[in-house]
């Protein structure tokens, strides 16, 4: 693979074991598999090149059917960011992607200026790690577990801000604005490296939230703030909207 030595690179894990939604990478959303319609917005995020880190055959053929990049990696790896660091070394080992970003493949709307505006975020602030949020606008919402919080004080007033914490369920006295999660992150690459040598951290082990690991162990991550959070596909209900939101017919 070519790179621009100044680009960063966008790197999408994606795999075909999901409790909820088994299979989901290829569920066909408009007359393509969803993972290729993330791989679309990442490419038109203009950031640099995308690659998908895969963990099975059958994802990596869909991907470059529709002309893109994959690379297998080893299904027993435990996380998403573990896949994407397996696969940057392969096709990047000489280490010239200084800014990697981990896209997760089940969020088919997301917008391609809401990617870049991550990477920007990591840039502009010089953090370990940068992710986005959008405010919560239902109470719904805001009682969802499923719905992971991030909570940084500052984007009440503004853009940005360091991330505090990341729960599932608000602290009872925090007032609004409340913040949903999006989970998409830029790292710089020795953040990354760092990062999957960690072991689990036990508040990431009690939550299943694997951002806790960085902020237990004092990285910074720095938190866009974006108009809307994009629909993330995790249940058959979730690939329905996602459907209607991309204009398919399919059932």
């Avoid at 895969?54 to 990696?73: D, H, N």
């Avoid at 866009?224 to 596909?233: E, K, Y």
């Amino acid at each position: 693979m070519s790179a621009d030595n100044a680009a960063p690179i966008v790197m999408i894990p994606a795999r075909m074991a999901s409790s909820r939604l088994p299979g989901k990478p290829l569920a066909d959303i408009a007359g393509l598999p969803m993972i290729v319609h993330v791989y679309r917005r990442a490419v038109e995020s203009g950031l640099g090149p995308v690659v998908v880190a895969a963990a099975e055959q059958e994802i990596a053929e869909a991907v470059e059917r529709e002309g893109g990049s994959a690379v297998l990696t080893d299904p027993a790896l435990p996380s998403g960011s573990d896949r994407i660091a397996a696969a940057l070394k392969e096709v990047d080992p000489e280490g010239r992607h200084r800014i990697i970003v981990n896209l997760q493949g089940d969020l088919p709307t997301i917008e391609p200026a809401d990617i870049r505006r991550c990477a920007m975020a990591l840039l502009e602030t010089g953090a370990d790690m940068a992710t986005l949020a959008a405010p919560i606008t239902s109470e719904s919402e805001a009682a969802n577990p499923n719905v992971v919080k991030v909570i940084a004080a500052a984007l009440a007033d503004g853009d940005i801000a360091l991330a505090e914490d990341f729960v599932r369920e608000l602290p009872h006295d925090l007032p609004p604005p409340w913040f949903h999660h999006v989970g998409i992150y830029a790292y710089t690459r020795p953040a990354l490296e760092r990062f999957v040598a960690l072991p689990p951290s036990e508040r990431e082990r009690a939550l299943r939230l694997e951002q806790l690991r960085a902020l237990d162990n004092g990285m910074r991550i720095a938190v866009a703030r974006i108009a809307r959070a994009p629909h993330g596909v995790d249940t058959p209900e979730d690939l329905e909207i996602a459907r209607r939101r991309l204009g398919s017919a399919e059932a």
